[in-house]
């Protein structure tokens, strides 16, 4: 096993000793040092022991602990199992309990079981990039997680265009804090910060925006900052889609993390050619696999074919697009997705492509799933708990 265990309270050597033994580092801490968001550079213990044998009123730093840290598992070693406490430890916030006597194995099952829940998402992350200004990226971005948030996903879209990103717009929101402010603060990232500084769209969808006043781009890119910041995102949301400028084009190199990279173009002559720089590029550095093309507002009297731009760019078209001028406008002036309705062939193209990216992966942290919160403490109170140290 690994990671960081924190012990809150009791005097009991062995605990320590176990856990180092099964290759945890421990760290001791006091009762309230947890109670509000870390800053700085020191990360938070995945999984943290309050031990109440000796001090039962430690139970009530708990709830605190998980307001500022969501997504850190809690456990507590008492004497017995007994029901006031378990009805306690359960509305504080209280993952698994470990009573009486306590051994190696009791713990170190109790902690695989909270790391378990306390891992990754690993969400799936989505690029749309425009071959040229104007195509539609933005449109195609905006909808495509909007539609992904409406299927019971937990979506976040970030606004990468940092000189000039307009997101905001097309949800009518004015963001408060910015992708920029996540890039300058990559080191200091953790769950409570990053949900200060997006917007909450709707229950399922949090955007990552640009100031609507960043007129200009502040300082140089630091492709290392982008690839963190899509790094942390992926463990936070089962999906991730970004808006990713063709302009910035050293975005493009950062996009590691991306499961699905899509080019997205319209049938004119130029926007065709720049797509076959940008193509060539993004196949260079992530292969074919990854890299798919978008035909967005497609054209049937256009001279040039779905054919004719599978052919230049030696490329499947992964999704076409239907044009809706007045969809878009109106949706647009509205501040409101064309994807809130599946209504109108757009919106119906919209959702028929979300529907072809798969699934969401399944999420493991506790705090997200009530139903199987309660069920863990009815766990507890079953007679085959063992290795809550019954
Ligand atoms: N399928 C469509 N049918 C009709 N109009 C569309 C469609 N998709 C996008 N538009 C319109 O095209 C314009 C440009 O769209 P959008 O802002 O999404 O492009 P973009 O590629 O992000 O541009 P930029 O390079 O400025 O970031 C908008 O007015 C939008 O409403
Ligand atoms: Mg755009």
């Known amino acids: 096993m690994t990671g960081t265990v924190g012990i809150i309270g009791g005097s009991d050597k062995l605990l320590e000793q176990w856990l180092r033994a099964a290759g945890l580092q421990c760290v001791h801490l006091r009762a309230d040092e947890l109670s509000a968001p870390i800053r700085g550079t020191t990360a938070a213990p ?14 009530a730093v ?9 997504s850190i598992g809690i456990a507590i070693i008492c004497s017995t199992l007994d029901p006031a406490l378990m009805l306690d430890a359960m509305r504080a916030g209280v993952n698994e309990c470990v009573a009486e006597p306590v051994t190696a194995e009791s713990v170190q099952a109790a902690i695989s079981r ?4 306390a891992a990754p998402t690993q ?12 195509v539609g990226a933005t449109t195609i971005a905006v909808n495509l997680a ?7 996903a937990e979506v976040l879209l970030i606004d990468l265009n940092l000189s000039s990103g307009d997101t905001g717009t097309f949800f009518g929101a ?37 100031s609507p006043r960043a007129t200009v781009a502040a300082g140089p890119l630091d492709l290392k900052n982008v690839r963190a910041l899509i790094d942390f995102a992926v463990r936070y949301y089962q999906y991730v889609v970004l808006d990713v400028p063709r302009a910035e084009s050293a975005l493009v190199d950062a996009l590691d993390a991306a499961t699905a990279i899509f080019v997205v173009v319209n049938q004119e002559l130029p926007t065709v050619r720049n797509a076959q720089v940008v193509v060539l590029r993004l196949r260079q550095r992530y292969g074919g696999e990854r890299i798919s093309v978008l035909i967005n507002r497609t054209d049937r009297q256009s001279e040039i074919a779905p054919e004719d731009i599978e052919k230049a ?13 007045r969809a878009a406008i109106a949706a647009l002036n509205k501040g409101e997705p064309l994807a809130k309705t599946t209504r109108g062939r757009l919106a119906s193209s919209i959702h ?3 529907q072809t990216l798969g699934p969401p992966r399944d999420k493991g942290r506790p705090e997200k799933t009530p139903a199987s919160e309660s069920s863990r403490i009815f766990g507890w109170l079953t007679p085959d708990r063992s290795t809550s140290g019954q």
């Not at 708990?62 to 969501?70: E, G, T």
């Open 46 to 59: 995945e999984v943290v022991f309050v031990d109440v044998r000796e001090q039962r009123t430690l139970l």
């Open 62 to 70: 708990i709830p605190q602990i998980k307001r500022s840290h969501p």
């Open 114 to 117: 909270l790391l378990q829940q």
């Open 123 to 134: 969400g799936r992350a989505f690029a749309i990039v425009g071959a040229k200004g104007g």
């Open 146 to 152: 909007h539609a992904l948030a409406q299927a019971t």
């Open 174 to 210: 004015e963001p408060r804090f910015t992708v920029q402010d996540a890039l300058e603060n990559t080191h200091r990232l953790d769950e409570t910060f990053f949900r200060s500084l997006v917007v909450k769209i709707s229950s399922n969808l949090d955007l990552l925006a640009v």
């Open 313 to 325: 760019l030696k490329m499947r078209i992964g999704h076409a697009f239907p044009s809706d001028y």
């Open 352 to 354: 028929a492509f979300a």
